[in-house]
C-alpha cells in the first residue's frame, strides 16, 4: 500500500494518553503499527508500518491520538 505523506500520520500525545491496560487502538490496528514496550508507558506509532486508515483515532475512548505531519 503507498503511503501519502501529505495525509499526516497518528500520533499519540502522552499527556492524554490513559495507560489503558490494553489499547484498544492497538488491537484495531492492521498494521500493527502501534507498539508498546511497557505497560506503564503510553503506546507509540511506527510511522514506517502505519497504512494510514485512521481507525486508531476512533478508537482511542480518550482522544489520546491525534492526526499530525510529520
Ligand atoms: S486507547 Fe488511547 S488512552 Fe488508552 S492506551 Fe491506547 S492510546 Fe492510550
Ligand atoms: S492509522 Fe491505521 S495503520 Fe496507522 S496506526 Fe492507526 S490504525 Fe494503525
Known amino acids: 500500500m503507498s503511503r501519502n505523506p501529505e495525509?499526516?500520520?497518528p500520533l499519540i500525545d502522552e499527556t492524554l494518553?490513559?495507560?489503558?491496560r490494553r489499547c484498544p487502538a492497538m488491537n484495531a490496528c492492521k498494521g500493527r503499527a502501534i507498539l508498546r514496550?511497557?505497560?506503564?508507558?503510553?503506546?507509540y506509532v511506527d510511522a514506517a508500518r502505519?497504512?494510514?486508515?485512521?481507525?486508531c483515532l476512533h478508537e482511542c475512548p480518550y482522544n489520546a491520538i491525534v492526526r499530525v505531519r510529520i
Do not use: I, S, T
Not at 494518553?17 to 489503558?20: E, F, G, R, Y
Not at 502505519?50 to 481507525?55: L, N, P
Open 7 to 9: 495525509a499526516g500520520y
Open 17 to 20: 494518553c490513559a495507560l489503558c
Open 37 to 43: 514496550f511497557e505497560r506503564d508507558e503510553a503506546p
Open 50 to 55: 502505519c497504512q494510514q486508515c485512521w481507525v
